[in-house]
């Protein structure tokens, strides 16, 4: 293999299914089971959401506290700090997509839409998947995906739910 990826597909896919149906525990899982994939999975520790740096296997604090005075970018009552959506962007700009077979990005939702989060990602995937044939997975709330797939012009997208889920 030349220690490069061996996928055949090479397109974009779009794990989608209802808010917590499993879709994170899913993929996450799957993940370990493709070592030439990385991706930046959205972890919940001690009823905190992490950025989880799938290659590096760094967590990025994610999900700010009540009382936070940083930076953030908010939805709902939710508060994220705006640094993580920065560092999963500077994660992305240093991945290997020569070497990497799929990358996955867990969430695209609301704040994606609304040009915040990590539109910014999904824009740069988007163009590397154009560039390097690499793989993507975007997991997308059910709710959101046909919006998702209009923003992002992603109308040749493949469509799955964790129960037939497939590259």
Known sequence: ????????????????????????????????????????????????RVLYDVIGKEEINFETPPDEKAET?????????????????????????????????????????????????VRKLIEINREYGTALVFIVRENCVNDFITKYYLADSIIRTKENFSL
């Open 1 to 48: 293999m030349n220690g490069e990826h061996s996928l055949k597909n090479k397109g974009i896919y779009i794990l989608t299914g209802a808010v917590g149906s499993g879709k994170t525990t899913f993929i996450f899982n799957w993940l370990k089971d493709h070592p030439f994939s990385g991706g930046i999975i959205t972890l919940t520790r001690q009823n905190c």
């Open 73 to 121: 970018v908010n939805i709902g009552r939710y508060k994220f700090y705006k640094s993580a959506f920065e560092r999963a962007e500077e994660i992305i700009e240093n991945t290997d997509f020569v070497k990497t077979g799929c990358f996955v990005l867990d969430e695209a939702g609301p704040l994606e839409l609304r040009g915040e989060g990590f539109d910014k990602a």
